[in-house]
């Protein structure tokens, strides 16, 4: 005995194999990796020194060196090092950014500017002049020394920096 497909069904078949097939063309958009920073390259301005992170109101502070880098084009480049090893690496351009925790072995990156919640991107833009949204403060002093702060969680960065020549 043979048995007839309706026309639902067959409808049905045809857009699952279609679906199917058109799977791997569907994705989320993702940012390829930030090219490496070049700090030969001219207009970079380079700074280095000490900073403290406390990532949310009661969680104990860790003391390490940072390396900041900003070119006037857009660009910046960070890292948070507890020697040996960096434990934050962090890069922005104008149209996209990417962020490492070393010690953890994770990373995001996205395009346009930077999630409000990562302290790190938000100090890159701080130190480019770029006034830091509503839930942080920023507090730069004439002498180096400045202080990054989000009024909800309580995450802090605090530290100075001074020109590498």
């Known amino acids: 005995m043979r048995k007839e497909i309706s026309f639902g069904q067959r409808d049905f078949v045809l857009l699952f194999t279609i679906s199917l097939a058109l799977y ?12 490496k920073v070049n700090l030969a390259e001219a207009g970079w301005r380079v700074q280095r020194g000490q900073a403290v992170w406390r990532w949310k109101h009661d969680a104990p502070e860790i003391a390490g060196e940072l390396f ?18 960096p434990l934050i690496v962090a890069q922005t351009t104008p149209d996209a950014w990417q962020i490492q925790f070393v010690a953890e072995g994770k990373s995001w990156s996205g395009p346009g500017q930077p999630p409000v919640r990562l302290s790190w991107l938000q100090l ?6 770029i006034v830091p949204p509503a839930k ?13 702060e989000n009024n909800v969680t309580g995450e802090m960065l605090e530290g100075y920096l001074t020109p590498c020549p």
Do not use: N
């Open 68 to 85: 900041i880098a900003t070119h006037p084009d857009g660009r910046g480049f960070l890292q948070f090092i507890k020697t040996p090893l």
């Open 124 to 129: 890159l833009r701080c130190f480019r002049d």
């Open 24 to 35: 791997p063309l569907c994705s989320c958009r993702t940012v390829p990796p930030l090219p």
């Open 136 to 148: 942080w403060r920023w507090h730069p002093c004439d002498d180096g020394h400045w202080r990054l």
